[in-house]
Each structure stands twice: as C-alpha cells, then as structure tokens.
C-alpha cells in the first residue's frame, strides 16, 4: 500500500499558522476556522481558571497527538509499543483496531499535505481511502422527529477522514474537511463521495458522516472564515492596511 499520493516534488514546510509551499504562503485551515469564537470553551475556561484549564488543554493536546501517530502507525502496519503509552491511549488504540476492520479502511494516503492556490489556504488530511460506514459506532441523527443511525456510506467508497479525541463533535469539524476536499480535487483528479469524522475518547469511537454534497454547501462558511481571517490578519487583499496602522 502507499500511503502517498503523487502531488509532484513541492517544498512544504509548516509554520504553527501558515504553510510556505514552493516559496508561496498559504494560511492553515486550522488557524483560519480559529477566528471562529469558541464560546463554550471561554466559558469553561473561565470557570475552570485559565492555568488549570491551559494545563488540561496542555494534555489533551498531547493525547491527540500521540493517538494521530499511532493511529498512522497502525494504518501503515507498523509495530507499536502501546505499553509505553497510558490507558486512555492504549484503549483507543485497541478500539481502533476493530473498529478499522469493520469500517473496512484501506488508505489511499495517510497525513496528506493538501493546499489550494485558487483561496490559498493548505492543510494535513488525516485520511483519504476506502471506508464502509461502520454501522455500530454511529451516532445517531433526528430523521422524521425519530432518533436513528443514518449510513450514508453503505459500499465501500472514497472518503476523507480525520481523527478528533475531544469531548464532542463540533460543526466547524465540517468546514475542515470541506477544505480539504476542495483542495484535494483542485490538486488531484480522485472524486470522493463525502467524509466521516472519528471521535476516540474514553476506550470509544463515535462516529459521525456527512457525503460530500451536504459538507459543500457549508463551504461558503468556510470561505467567510477565511476572508474574516486575512481582514483580521491584514493579508491578502487587506494587506493595505498595514500601511495605516
């Protein structure tokens, strides 16, 4: 398996807010969709007390690291150390194991670096490949005022996914992937049919799908993050503001 796609030799080199590809800069998607406000994090922050909460933000950022590493690692069928790790950790592993299975994963490509030149913004894909949707860790949706599980991937097809290990989903989770996908089929001529979304928390996974139809139509959100990001930022056609300040 490869676990590349061919986008040609680029210099890529990644900053905390930007990515310089071949010389070019490119906002990252991530720093973008943080012009978001997070008023349910503030709040907690606020009550919580900004050091502790930093410290518990501090912990759980490294938790999603090394559960991303290990996730790749696993995808790629290289040996783990899961001992070395603690239990929350070693139990989404062992979760992902199944769960890998059932939803029938076969990467294409793993931590695919994607960008676009026409809105010049860049991002790592977690995921691209074949997926079934895995019916059990699906959660559930309101269809016709009942609360059922909804597969919207019922044959094996091409998807983007993304692995999260926060305590909810989140909609702008979508917006992320929605750039990805546009970035993927400006640089590529694979067509994906939609993407999921893999919460790993607790020794559990739930599972959330949208098809690529229904996460385009909130890409205009996404592109008005994106202008708020270059206003607030003064880059992009707001650079002549610099001159003003």
């Known amino acids: 398996m490869s676990n590349k ?29 943080g012009v978001i406000a997070k008023h349910r ?13 930093q410290k518990i933000l501090d912990t759980r950022q490294a938790i999603g690291t090394h559960v991303h590493k290990l996730i790749e ?16 950790i070693q139990d989404d592993l062992i979760e992902f194991n199944r769960f890998k299975d059932v939803a029938k994963l076969k990467p294409m490509s793993l931590e695919l670096n994607l960008w676009s030149k026409k809105y010049k913004y860049a991002g790592t894909g977690d995921y691209l490949g074949k997926y079934i949707s895995p019916e059990e860790y699906l959660v559930t ?20 996914g993304d692995w ?13 992937v929605g750039a990805y996908i546009v970035a993927l089929e400006e640089l590529t001529s694979i067509k994906v049919k939609g993407a999921f979304i893999a919460r790993l928390r607790d020794g559990k996974i739930y599972v959330k799908e949208k098809t690529k ?3 385009m139509k909130e890409f205009p959100a996404f592109l008005a993050a994106l202008e708020l990001y270059e206003w607030r930022y003064k880059t992009g056609k707001y650079s002549f503001l610099k001159k003003r300040d």
């Not at 999260?164 to 992320?176: E, S």
Request: proline share 3%.
């Open 5 to 33: 796609i061919n986008l040609g030799n680029h210099q890529i080199f990644v900053y905390p807010n930007r990515y310089q590809i071949d010389g070019e800069s490119y906002h990252r998607v991530t720093a973008v969709l």
């Open 41 to 53: 994090l503030r709040n907690w922050m606020g009550k919580t007390g900004y050091a502790k909460a």
């Open 73 to 88: 690692c696993t995808l790629k069928s290289e040996s783990i150390n899961l001992g070395a790790y603690e239990k929350e």
């Open 141 to 160: 949706e309101i269809i016709n005022h009942k609360r059922v599980k909804n597969p919207k991937f019922t044959k094996s097809s091409i998807v983007i």
């Open 164 to 176: 999260k290990t926060g305590k909810d989903f989140y909609p702008t989770y979508w917006l992320q």
């Open 213 to 215: 139809e229904e996460i």
